[in-house]
């Protein structure tokens, strides 16, 4: 450890043991040997953070140092959380002491992410890229058919569903009616929207060696938040918004200026607020306006309904609870059903039509709904729609110990995007899809394999079809 990463660690530790006092000071429930895990995990996760932040030429938007630093909070602090806020799954068996589950769910915590570090340190690709040069005549026509494509389709759907204020009541009352159903085409096509315009105003800044001011920056970010909300936001989805923002920051900070640390707080309060807010609309849809605008009790409303900070920081963006009752199930019920990889097959058939899958795998939503309420479950109509994480769903099929290879597969996945990221030259047409790269990194570990392949189709298709389209030949 040199003295560039020595000081920070040194820090970045007291900062941690002051973190671990406080909840240990205020919180009972807490004082518990799941600690040891919890804090040597974290301790691991700060010096690799560090050590990535100082090795790679992209910082903050290294795909190693984002990775870490999401798996510090993850790993180490969502436990603490739960615990601390009392939150776990509620309508199911409880178990007699949570601590003990999420204790052991640490050790093998710990144990995933001394594999995943492992994985880091293998030089297991050894090929070379090749360079993707951007046609920019191309560029420019194909990204503007695109936008124009995306606008009418986007614009036309609103209008079939009877404009705007129509297509909201039809999302406060979706449970009711059939109206987004089969549109994961229209949304692939019109979401995309944001992403090239972005695209496109960035490579014409860099092509004509513009640097804007932060201000100008900013301005340019929150004008795609805007579009953001006509294309996609209006669906009641955080992520479509929040994605797309980052994506765009990225983009910059790849290609016009770095981002600073300034940016990344503003940026991580905003978030937070508007992660809040849109949870509002996202239950009541058409009564946003009334609730958020003209209520007087805002707070309220989010605690009432469950959306408040409790829910983004960890459920959101945690699998504590879910993860730690699994593994519960999986020693003590006898009858805990293991899919044996099904929801992964499932998962490769997501997009066969059922009318030609002739192999009907079960997936995720009947073997998550056995697991947390009993054998048989679902097919009594009882339908669970958690997410349980990277980690979780290899319990579901492989069980605990088995189920560890999922840092493996993980840790493989992360190598090669961190080979892609630093070994294409920096203005490589494929730098474009690279932050597209960095939030799968992230899902890969909350969300499940079904959800990741979704979104890298929804997200990824058109930008990709694009950058492949405009290469030089």
């Given amino acids: 450890m040199t003295k560039k990463t020595l000081y920070p660690f040194v820090f970045f530790i007291i900062v941690n043991t002051l973190i671990y006092l406080y909840f240990i000071g205020t ?3 807490v004082r518990h040997w799941f600690l040891v895990p919890n804090y040597i995990i974290g301790t691991l996760l700060i010096y690799m953070s560090i050590t990535s932040y100082f090795e790679s030429k992209y910082k903050f ?16 602090i969502v436990p603490l959380l739960t615990i601390k806020w009392n939150y776990f799954i509620l309508n199911v068996m409880q178990p007699n002491n949570w601590n003990t589950w999420i204790g052991l769910l640490s050790v093998m915590n710990l144990i995933g992410i001394v594999i995943f570090i492992l994985i880091q340190k293998l030089n297991i690709f050894h090929f070379k890229f090749m360079n993707w040069n951007i046609n920019y005549k191309k560029f420019y026509i194909f990204s503007g058919l695109i936008l124009l494509c995306s606008f009418l389709v986007q614009t036309y759907y609103y209008i079939s569903l009877g404009g705007i204020s129509s297509y909201i009541n039809l999302y406060s009352n979706r449970s009711n009616n059939e109206a987004f159903n089969d549109a994961g085409i229209i949304f692939t096509l019109t979401e995309s929207f944001p992403i090239v315009l972005g695209m496109l105003v960035i490579i014409h800044m860099k092509r004509k060696n513009y640097e804007p001011k932060w201000l100008g920056l900013v301005l340019f970010l929150i004008v795609i938040f805007i579009i953001r909300i006509y294309f ?16 765009i920051t990225g983009l910059i900070h790849f290609w016009i200026r770095p981002i600073n640390l300034k940016i990344i707080t503003l940026g991580t309060i905003l978030l937070i607020l508007f992660m809040n807010i849109y949870s509002i609309y996202k239950i009541h849809g058409s009564d946003f306006y009334e609730l958020v605008i003209k209520s007087d009790e805002r707070i309220e409303v989010l605690n009432e309904n469950g959306t408040g900070i409790e829910t ?12 730690s009752y699994l593994l519960y199930k999986n020693f003590k019920d006898e009858n805990f059903n293991k899919a044996l990889g099904e929801t ?14 002739f192999i009907n795998f079960n997936r995720k939503a009947s073997f998550g709904t056995d697991a947390l309420y009993g054998n048989g479950a679902y097919e009594n109509g009882l339908t669970s729609s958690k997410v349980y994480g990277l980690y979780g769903e290899a319990i579901l099929n492989f069980g605990m110990i088995l189920g560890l290879l ?5 840790g493989v996945i992360i190598n090669y995007i961190n080979k892609l990221q630093h070994d294409i030259e920096r203005y490589d047409a494929r730098m474009l899809i690279v932050p597209l790269l960095l939030i799968t990194a992230i899902l890969m570990l909350i969300n499940d394999s079904d959800n990741i392949l979704f979104f890298l189709i929804k997200n990824g298709l058109i930008p990709f079809l694009l950058i492949f389209l405009s290469k030089k030949e």
């Fill in 27 to 29: 919180t009972q429930e």
């Fill in 61 to 76: 938007f290294s795909v190693k140092f984002i990775v870490y630093i999401f798996c510090y909070y993850f790993f180490t």
């Fill in 232 to 247: 996609g936001g209006l669906r009641g989805s955080r992520s479509n918004t929040i994605w797309a923002i980052f994506w």
């Fill in 312 to 323: 983004i920081f960890l459920q959101d963006f945690g699998r504590t609870d879910v993860q």
């Fill in 344 to 357: 992964y097959l499932g998962t490769l058939t997501l997009f066969i039509p059922d009318k030609i899958d």
């Fill in 406 to 410: 999922s840092f493996v597969f993980w």
